[in-house]
């Protein structure tokens, strides 16, 4: 079993930063994720990250070079640093914990936080 809580959300202009922080208890040896939900929408892939010595990552093509998704096992918490937020990110950010495939996939992971709210205005 795992737990996760997400923080770090807010309201920020477009051209911002935020950190959101992914706090995990349980087992790690998971792949992780991070996915967005905005209104109306379904829940789409942001990033991840696999739970092996390799630490791969990935990303969707909108965050590419804007945002960076890592991982420290040791304090369990995963982080999502999101730059240059345009009104398009805003959404409800959740993390997730999983062993599925494909990892941009909802349905290969396993286990999910409660969301944390970002906001980008214009």
């Known amino acids: 079993q795992v737990q996760l809580e997400e923080s770090g959300g807010g309201l920020v202009q477009a051209g911002a930063s935020l950190r959101l922080t992914c706090t995990a208890s349980?087992?790690?040896?998971?792949?992780m994720g991070w996915f967005r939900q905005a209104a109306g929408k379904e829940r789409e892939f942001v990033a991840a990250?696999?739970?092996?010595?390799?630490?791969?990552?990935y990303y969707t093509d909108s965050v590419k070079g804007r945002f960076t998704i890592s991982r420290d096992d040791a304090k369990r918490m995963m982080y999502l640093q999101m730059n240059s937020l345009k009104p398009e990110d805003t959404a409800v950010y959740y993390c997730?914990?999983?062993?599925?495939?494909?990892?941009?996939?909802?349905?290969?992971?396993?286990?999910w936080g409660q969301g944390t709210q970002v906001t980008v205005s214009s």
């Open positions: 997730a914990a999983g062993r599925g495939f494909p990892r941009r996939a909802v349905f290969s992971y396993d286990y």
């Open positions: 349980g087992r790690s040896n998971y792949d």
């Open positions: 990250i696999s739970w092996s010595s390799s630490l791969s990552t």
